[in-house]
């Protein structure tokens, strides 16, 4: 009998912990109006944001084709934005 009282006290222990989870989840989730200011507020949104992207984007898509292109080993770059032949000291 004892066990059985020990079980259903578990039981309404992890009962109670997953309502007091449950309901402290919905308290802080944002609503609908919440989400679509948020959504506003995001830097992707922003064009001027999403153009610097597309432009660092394009630059190291540039960086790794003219890496692919020769035999040096750009690692030993001293400088980056320098073609080829500096080697660091």
Do not use: C, H, Y
Not at 56 to 71: F, G, K, N, P, W
């Amino acid at each position: 009998m004892g066990a059985l009282r020990k079980m259903l006290v578990a039981v309404a222990l992890l009962g109670a912990g997953t309502g007091v989870g449950s309901a402290l989840f919905a308290l802080v989730t944002p609503g609908e109006l919440q989400k679509q200011e948020m959504l506003k507020e995001m830097p992707e949104q922003n064009p001027q944001r999403r153009d610097e992207a597309v432009r660092t984007q394009e630059l190291v898509l540039a960086t790794l084709q003219q890496a692919a292109a020769t035999q040096e080993n750009v690692a030993w770059r001293k400088d980056w934005r320098l073609g080829g032949g500096q080697r660091s000291a």
